[in-house]
């Protein structure tokens, strides 16, 4: 997943500037479509990516096994109706726009796959919108899984994850620098999503083209 070469560096870098960049303009969407204006007001209701990316937060994922963007500012007490749950549903929409775009890429492979100057950006498409999206609902703090996970659970039983949230930078350094670790808990989930993924989008795509 992660080669050095020239080609793979000039199809990873443009993937990953779509990729960061929608999954915060996902979290925006989703905030501003409950009622908290701050991603409005912050500049983050776009898709262009310079209103998103950690300068060197994106060097760490388009040379190395990880990375980040600047997080979008929200504010829960703005939400319509239920905060928890509104956090949750926030939290989710950035993993579930990379599953989508991955779909999109697949099926975009079944029409154009054929174009050598398609292939690497398509497939680095798919590899890195699906890493995103199984790395970032993780129930780990402070990635996206962590909120999926409180707005599921009953407000009495989430002391230890707030707990976690201490070693939570801890526990993605030992995840992302242990390869063993890595492929008990994120090649498997990664896999599965891939699966999953793959002929949805070529379903898709043989209906388009």
């Known amino acids: 997943m992660f080669d050095f070469d020239l080609t793979s560096l000039v199809a990873r870098a443009p993937a990953i500037l779509i990729a960061l ?11 501003v479509w409950l009622g908290d ?12 990516p310079l209103s998103h990316l950690d300068p060197i937060g994106t060097l760490m994922l388009i040379f190395g096994p990880f990375g980040w963007a600047k997080p979008v500012g929200v504010n829960p007490y703005n939400f319509r109706g239920n905060k928890q749950r509104g956090m949750m549903l ?16 697949v099926a975009l492979f079944v029409g154009f796959g054929d174009v050598a100057e398609a292939r690497p950006l398509l497939r680095s498409m ?18 996206d899984g962590s909120k999926v996970l409180a707005g599921l659970l009953p407000s ?11 070693y939570g ?16 808990i994120f090649w ?14 070529i379903a898709i795509g043989q209906i388009i083209f």
């Open 169 to 184: 930078p801890i526990l993605l350094l030992v995840l992302v620098f242990f390869p063993a670790l890595s492929n008990v």
């Open 37 to 48: 204006p701050t991603p409005r007001w912050e500049g983050r209701l776009t898709i262009n």
């Open 188 to 201: 498997p989930l990664y896999e599965a999503l891939y699966n999953v993924v793959f002929p949805v989008g």
């Open 90 to 105: 926030v939290a989710l929409a950035g993993p579930l726009m990379n599953v989508l775009l991955a779909i999109i890429s």
């Open 126 to 143: 798919i590899g890195i919108n699906v890493g995103l999206a199984v790395f970032n609902l993780l129930p780990i703090p402070p990635l």
């Open 21 to 31: 960049a929608l999954h915060e303009y996902a979290h925006a969407r989703m905030a």
């Open 156 to 166: 009495r039983n989430q002391g230890w994850l707030r707990q976690l949230e201490q």
